[in-house]
């Protein structure tokens, strides 16, 4: 009999929402946008505000939606449904 899998626990706590890394990378430049060009800094920032709602944000390659002026997102517990944050009001949405 093969061995099972190895198992860990995850480094994270709080809800995982995974973003894409090109979304971000193109809205570098656009200084009304810098808080989802630096989505990892915003969630963090939301989360010490909210600490009963931590979120954490693992970054992947493109998701093939590519919003303009916006990033897509995925929570993976619903994976058939992808999400866009076009602004930082809207990472309060994504706890619903």
């Known amino acids: 009999m093969k061995n099972p899998l190895k198992t860990y626990t995850s480094p994270w706590e709080g809800r995982l929402i995974l973003a894409c890394q090109k979304c971000q990378k193109k809205l570098k430049g656009n200084d009304d946008l810098h808080a989802l060009a630096k989505l990892a800094k915003t969630v963090k920032r939301y989360n010490k505000l909210h600490p009963t709602k931590t979120l954490e944000i693992v970054n992947v390659p493109c998701m093939d939606l590519c919003p303009k002026n916006g990033v897509a997102v995925c929570d993976p517990c619903n994976p058939l ?10 990472i309060e949405r994504l706890e619903r």
Request: charged content about 40%; glycine content about 0%; hydrophobic content about 40%.
């Open 81 to 90: 449904r992808l999400s866009i944050l076009r602004s930082a009001e809207d």
